[in-house]
């Protein structure tokens, strides 16, 4: 067995094994994708220190890191059940388990996609799910909001002080946002907000998107708006589904932790984007990894030795 198994390969989980391999505690890192999410995204212009990466380059840096260390890595293993206990198990598959002392979750999490044609096809074509990532990649052009939630009408904010107009487009008949912030979007000269619309198809010359079609569902209207991006902001959905029942998770699923990146459980820590952490980026998740790492680390050494 682990003194610490890590469960999630991407930014938080990465931290997290090497602050631990570095506190000579034996661990392991195991998960499905090496990487995570970074192995989704182009350009990374906003981790501290390092002006410009990309996705494939920033996991395989990843993994270098850790291979740095006597980390035992295993890839392709899909976490299913979580057991509390003495021992903290964690079933992978359909039949086995791994065990360990402490156990750091960091599984993180998947943008809800609008499941569209297009969408896919022109992914990282102007089709993006990430203002704070790939706001500035648009200045002076027209760019549409997917959802007048929260997180949409702060990304419009956010987009109407870089691109030339930014259209929000809500499927339901009023915006769920905080009034504070749908009174800041009507304060906006360059923004729209359109309700009632359901985005149809996402349409591009093949190499980048030219516009997106909409349907008024009040009127049934079909309508084409031109436009060089989409920023699709309907939700972040953390991997925690296999946590259900066992780990604290707030209303949208999300693993409730303290500032130690502690959960409900005993000696069961937890960081990065499946957590209720407020922002979801690199930066903010290699931190909340090494937190959570030193505390599972702490965890340990404060129990009694048998
Ligand atoms: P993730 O990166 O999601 O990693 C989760 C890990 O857990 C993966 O290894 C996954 O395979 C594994 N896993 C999930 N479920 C299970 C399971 N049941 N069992 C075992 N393993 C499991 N952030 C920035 O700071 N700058 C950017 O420019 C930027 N651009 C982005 C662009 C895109 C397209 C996307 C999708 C995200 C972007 N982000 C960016 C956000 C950033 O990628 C995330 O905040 C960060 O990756 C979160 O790290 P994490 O380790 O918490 O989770």
């Not at 682990?2 to 392991?28: E, F």
């Not at 494939?56 to 206990?85: C, F, M, Q």
């Not at 999300?254 to 984007?273: H, L, N, S, W, Y």
Request: with cysteine; glycine share 12%; proline share 5%.
């Amino acid at each position: 067995p682990y003194q610490v198994l890590v469960v999630g390969q991407g930014p938080a989980g990465v931290s997290a094994a090497i602050y631990l391999a570095r506190k000579g505690i034996r661990t392991g890192l195991v998960g499905e994708r090496f990487g995570g999410q970074v192995n989704d995204t182009l350009a990374i212009e906003n981790l501290i220190s390092v002006p410009h990466t990309d996705g494939p380059k920033l996991a395989a840096d990843l993994r270098a890191h850790a291979s740095a260390y006597e980390i035992d890595i295993i890839d392709g293993v899909k976490a299913t059940e979580l057991v509390p206990g003495e021992q903290v198990e964690v079933k992978v598959g359909d039949e086995a388990s791994l065990r360990a002392d402490a156990v750091v979750l960091a599984t993180g999490a998947r943008w809800r996609h609008m499941n569209v044609p297009g969408e896919d096809e022109y992914r990282n074509k102007g089709v993006t799910y990430c203002p704070h990532c790939d706001g500035p990649l648009f200045k002076g052009k027209d760019v549409a909001v997917i959802g007048g939630g929260n997180s949409g009408a702060e990304a419009a904010l956010d987009l109407a002080g870089v691109a030339r107009h930014v259209t929000v487009l809500e499927f339901a008949p009023t915006c769920k946002a905080d009034q504070i912030l749908l009174d800041r979007l009507d304060a906006s000269p360059n923004v729209d907000i359109l309700t009632n619309a359901a985005a149809s198809e996402v349409v591009g010359d093949g190499s980048q998107v030219t516009a997106l079609r909409y349907t008024d569902r009040a009127s049934g209207q079909p309508h084409e708006l031109a436009l060089d991006g989409i920023f699709v902001q309907i939700g972040l959905v953390p991997n925690t589904e296999w946590l259900k029942g066992v780990v604290g998770l707030d209303n949208r699923g999300q693993i409730v932790v303290d500032a130690k990146g502690a959960t409900d459980v005993p000696r069961v820590f937890a960081a990065g984007d499946c957590t209720d952490v407020p922002y979801k980026q690199i930066v903010v998740a290699t931190g909340a990894g090494a937190t959570a790492g030193l505390s599972s680390w702490e965890s340990l050494i404060r129990t009694a030795v048998p």
